[in-house]
């Protein structure tokens, strides 16, 4: 006698946005995020940055600069993406591809966001109609990398204050594992890092946020020259 065959399903799940978001964020998402120190490294070489205390200093004061800069342009863009803004996007990726003041930094933006967008493709997070945009918008070029995060991001049923808390955190841990290599520095001191960067990050977020568009700035001098300084620098572990 044959038996009754229960039906299977083979279909997956969509992941909550809860994990969708944390997905994001994190360190093992396949962009190279790993392979630069946003500067870090040079602050070393430079005795700038030699202990956990100077580590978190720096680190802070970078976050500051994210908050009124990159983090800001990611807020931006989440809005533009959910509505559609056409124009806003187009600002947008002007205005990321004029702000990267050196080679490093516009190799970062080009090849994340390059290799964010060969991920996200597949992952049926963006409409085609959503790539086909992101594509006139880049111009021909490599789209810059905080334009795409915001896409995948707008993809995401969260409130942009959340999305912005998990991109924050996943740059905070990534740019701790670049310290406890270029310092160096210990686990259990990279965690003291962490954990002052994590308690900075609401502020960041709440600052980001409340930053319009036409107040949005990268400005600081002391980075670019650290960061034109690191493209000759004899040993290096880090593309930037």
Do not use: C
Request: aromatic fraction near 6%.
């Amino acid at each position: 006698m044959v038996g009754t065959i229960i039906p299977t399903t083979t279909s997956i799940d969509p992941v909550p946005p809860l994990l969708r978001l944390v997905w994001l964020a994190s360190p093992a998402l396949p962009i190279g995020a790993f392979s630069y120190s946003e500067g870090l490294e040079a602050a070393v070489e430079h005795g700038h940055v030699h202990d956990d205390q100077s580590t978190a200093i720096w680190l802070t004061q970078q976050l500051a600069l994210l908050a009124r800069g990159d983090l800001a342009a990611i807020a931006h863009g989440i809005a533009a993406w959910r509505t559609q803004d056409e124009p806003a996007l187009r600002d947008l990726a002007d205005w990321l591809r004029r702000t990267r003041d050196g080679a490093e930094a516009r190799l970062q933006s080009e090849q994340m966001g390059q290799s964010l967008l060969a991920w996200l493709r597949p992952q049926g997070m963006a409409s085609p109609a959503q790539l086909a945009l992101l594509t006139d918008v880049a111009a021909g070029q490599s789209p810059p990398y905080p334009l795409v995060m915001a896409l995948a991001l707008s993809t995401v049923e969260v409130p942009i204050e959340q999305a912005l808390q998990a991109q924050a955190f996943g740059w905070a841990e990534n740019q701790v594992q670049a310290a406890l290599k270029a310092v160096p520095l210990g686990q259990n001191a990279g965690q003291r890092v962490l954990a002052r960067l994590a308690a900075a990050i609401p502020q960041a977020v709440a600052q980001a946020i409340a930053t319009p568009p036409a107040r949005r700035q990268v400005f600081a001098p002391m980075l670019s020259i650290l960061a034109a300084r690191h493209e000759t620098q004899y040993s290096r572990l880090f593309r930037s």
